[in-house]
């Protein structure tokens, strides 16, 4: 019954920024955690960033220094904001939330993803 809705994907060249916006809906009480995870091509998905509900960030060493995430949760929105992007940076990204509805049922949930390519 929680839905997350992203935007913010798109071509890129190398060394350039997009940010990734995603809006979590629904019967939502409380989200814990949320995060960003990208899945590139023939490889298995991977975290990027989290952000706890009060905004301590973790980032894959990968992205450290590069990425930051952040909320806002008066909107159930999560960011990843991408910059200095490289072609391994393309992937398809996805948002997840660790949710409590108002049922108080807790439930993992992801978005449908959105296509970040980054070109050299």
């Known amino acids: 019954q929680v839905q997350l809705v992203e935007s913010g994907g798109g071509l890129v060249q190398a060394g350039g920024s997009l940010r990734l916006s995603c809006a979590a809906s629904g019967r939502i009480f409380v989200i814990n955690d949320m995060g960003w995870y990208r899945q590139a091509p023939g490889k298995q998905r991977e975290m990027v960033a989290v952000i706890t509900i009060s905004g301590i960030p973790n980032y894959a060493d990968s992205v450290k220094g590069r990425f930051t995430i952040s909320r806002d949760n008066a909107k159930n929105t999560v960011y990843l904001q991408m910059n200095s992007l490289k072609p391994e940076d393309t992937a398809v990204y996805y948002c997840?939330?660790?949710?409590?509805?108002?049922?108080?049922?807790?439930?993992?949930?992801w978005g449908q993803g959105t296509q970040a390519t980054v070109s050299s």
């Open positions: 997840n939330a660790d949710v409590i509805t108002v049922q108080h049922m807790r439930s993992s949930y």
